[in-house]
């Protein structure tokens, strides 16, 4: 499979307690993007990794949140003391961005599932 | 800062009728319009996008898309249904002279009836 690959695809946890999820993006994209998805909602933009830069983040990403690409490819997305309104379907996409107005499409994972008691 | 409005929760459409999956967005520049398809327990599949050229974009499946800019709309729309089509379907815009985020609709859910 070379699409997109997130683990785990769900992640049970209780509050409090931190987590981490990984993401592996389509070999040669270099763009990488976080998205949180809640029930009955479209996803929301979290943040976006220009091979190992983080180049932007949404106001959605609190002190609790970070996320890295250390070597341009695979990324981790952490959270700290997790609260119940964390509790979402958390989306990477991967992207290859060619030029300054990239017409680039993001290709999504399945998404890790995360429930917080 | 870019918007997508789609304004009706679920679609219900018998099978071989039309399907039309109705969006319209706010965007400052000219906007760049994707379409993605999501089934239960999977990612996001993407379908077809607007950049520039002809205003009506063929995608996968069957689908196609018509971009109105007088009307600020990027409506979804399959000539025949197929129950296989039942699922959930994404509007997205992005501000291509802006920021590299996605801005997605609520979705709406398709229900093509056998």
């Known amino acids: 499979d070379t699409g997109v690959s997130q683990n785990?695809?769900?992640?049970?946890?209780?509050?409090?307690?931190?987590?981490?999820?990984?993401c592996d993006p389509i070999s040669e994209h270099n763009r990488l993007y976080?998205?949180?998805?809640?029930?009955?909602?479209?996803?929301?933009?979290?943040?976006?990794?220009?091979?190992?830069?983080?180049?932007?983040?949404?106001?959605?990403?609190?002190?609790?949140?970070?996320?890295?690409?250390?070597?341009?490819?695979?990324?981790?997305?952490e959270i700290q003391r997790t609260e119940q309104g964390d509790?979402?379907?958390?989306?990477?996409?991967?992207?290859?961005?060619?030029?300054?107005?990239?017409?680039?499409?993001?290709?999504f994972g399945a998404g890790t599932r995360l429930s917080v008691l | 800062a870019q918007s997508v409005a789609q304004p009706e929760d679920q679609v219900n459409v018998a099978e071989g009728n039309p399907l039309t999956v109705k969006c319209t967005y706010s965007v400052s520049g000219n906007p760049y319009l994707f379409w993605y398809v999501q089934y239960p327990n999977r990612?996001?599949?993407?379908?077809?996008k607007?950049?520039?050229?002809?205003?009506?974009?063929?995608?996968?499946?069957?689908?196609?898309?018509?971009?109105?800019?007088?009307q600020t709309s990027f409506h979804l729309k399959k000539p025949s249904a197929l129950?296989?089509?039942?699922?959930?379907?994404?509007?997205?815009?992005?501000?291509p002279e802006g920021n590299n985020r996605l801005a997605f609709g609520k979705g709406n859910q398709v229900v093509v009836i056998p």
């Open chain 2, 50 to 70: 607007y950049i520039t050229g002809d205003n009506l974009v063929k995608g996968s499946y069957g689908f196609e898309a018509e971009f109105n800019k007088s």
């Open chain 1, 87 to 107: 509790s979402a379907m958390y989306l990477c996409a991967s992207s290859l961005a060619q030029g300054r107005l990239a017409k680039n499409i993001q290709y």
């Open chain 1, 34 to 77: 976080w998205y949180r998805q809640t029930l009955g909602q479209g996803p929301e933009f979290l943040t976006y990794f220009q091979n190992e830069a983080q180049l932007e983040k949404s106001r959605l990403l609190s002190d609790r949140f970070s996320a890295e690409r250390p070597k341009g490819s695979f990324s981790t997305l």
């Open chain 2, 83 to 95: 129950v296989s089509d039942s699922a959930l379907y994404f509007c997205a815009v992005r501000d």
């Open chain 1, 8 to 22: 785990p695809r769900h992640k049970i946890t209780k509050r409090g307690q931190n987590v981490t999820f990984r």
């Open chain 2, 43 to 48: 990612g996001l599949q993407f379908l077809l």
